[in-house]
Nanobody, 125 residues
């Protein structure tokens, strides 16, 4: 059974940090790209970051470059998103997702095969 379980969300003041974790199981983690997406109320889901298999490539949305860092631990089938200097506009439900055939469009949600249930991140001003 495929599972992706996010943790580490919560409420933080602007300028603060959070580290999201995504524990995965049930699929060959090493072979999959893992991405983070987010969805704010009334907005479409958007790609935040992605790490390809073996961390050969990392991608970031322009809005988070220099503030967020994605990493993966293939031994533990875990992926992390370190979020620094958080802003109120980062408030959203954050999802991790796994893609077998990512291609060049890392932020295309349709390319992802498996999804977590999401976790709330709220940044107060």
């Amino acid at each position: 059974q495929v599972q992706l379980v996010e943790s580490g969300g919560g409420l933080v003041q602007a300028g603060g940090s959070l580290r999201l974790s995504c524990k995965t199981s049930g699929f060959p983690f090493d072979d999959y790209a893992i991405g983070w997406f987010r969805q704010a109320p009334g907005k479409e889901r958007e790609g935040v970051s992605c790490a390809s298999s073996s961390e050969l490539s990392k991608y970031y949305a322009d809005s988070v470059k220099g503030r967020f860092t994605i990493s993966r631990d293939d031994d533990e089938s875990m992926v992390y998103l370190q979020m620094n200097n958080l802003k109120p506009e980062d408030t959203a439900v954050y999802y991790c997702a796994a893609s077998w055939a990512l291609g060049s469009t890392w932020d295309n949600a349709a390319k992802y095969n498996y999804w977590g249930h999401g976790i709330q991140v709220t940044v107060s001003s």
